[in-house]
């Protein structure tokens, strides 16, 4: 397709995953408070009062409101309108690597759970089973469903004994259920031998963010997403290294 051609649809990928991200918005802010994501409607977490339809614009209602709540003038987490920017960013970058593809939303569903993820781990320390299981089976949906679910099942597995192991040497836990859950996702994503390099990469990302917090700790999830992210755009090239590293 013509880049002339592309400019319409790409447009529309990133309305598409704007309006998404408004969504995430809500389940970044009530899954880990076990709220319903559905019901009531959203409102300002200040007043309480129910906000209306106009409120709800991804990205050009923050900005028309100029950050603040249009009842109680409160600030608006400039989280909001990040993450309806990723979203978008994200479905149009994941079209432009796939094409218009019937698993194309099932990627981009799975890509947005960890991204949901990321955010709920960076701010509660935590990774809520719900979240983490819908990126899984988005992530399962893929042309080669039974290849996608053998390495999602290898991958999970071998990080589990891993964890096992590392938390028999060291006496207390090494890793939790939610990576093992989440390696299933990148190993159904990313297949063989890319899952490794993803791990690699992830490892290198978290290494300084945990140097420089030891004492407190930091999340691993939102490295291995992201790692999870960049391996996927650069599939091709990474199997094409690989396959000189190992062959000459």
């Known amino acids: 397709m013509q880049e002339e051609n592309m400019i ?3 447009i529309l990928a990133f309305i598409v995953g704007a309006a998404i991200g408004s969504f995430l918005n809500v389940v970044i802010y009530r899954i880990p408070k076990g709220e ?3 019901f009531p409607n959203s409102k300002c977490q200040n007043c309480q009062t129910p906000l209306r339809w106009w409120h709800n614009i991804p990205l050009v209602s ?3 409101l100029r950050g603040k709540c249009y009842f109680c003038s409160e600030k608006i987490s400039m989280q909001y ?4 920017l990723i979203a978008g960013l994200i479905f149009v970058i994941l079209y432009i690597k796939i094409g218009l593809v019937w698993q194309l939303p099932f990627v981009a569903a799975s890509f947005y759970a960890l991204l949901a993820l990321t955010m709920i781990d960076f701010e509660y320390m935590a990774v ?3 979240v983490n299981f819908t990126a899984l089976v988005f992530a399962l949906v893929q042309p080669d469903f039974i290849n996608a679910l053998f390495y999602a099942a290898i991958a999970a597995g071998g990080l589990y004994l891993i964890g096992k192991l590392s938390s028999f040497l060291a006496k207390k836990e090494a890793m939790g259920s939610a990576d093992v859950i989440v390696a299933g996702t990148m190993g159904a994503l990313l297949g063989f031998p890319n899952f490794f390099v993803a791990l690699f990469v992830s490892a290198l990302l978290a290494m300084i963010p945990s140097l420089i917090n030891r004492e407190r700790g930091v999340p691993f999830v939102p490295f291995l997403a992201l790692a999870t992210f960049i391996i996927y755009l650069y599939n091709t090239q990474t199997t094409r290294l690989i396959g000189k590293l190992i062959y000459g």
């Open 8 to 10: 319409p649809f790409l």
């Open 36 to 38: 319903s994501i559905v």
């Open 62 to 64: 923050w900005f028309l």
């Open 81 to 84: 309108p990040f993450i309806e």
């Open 128 to 130: 809520p089973d719900s």
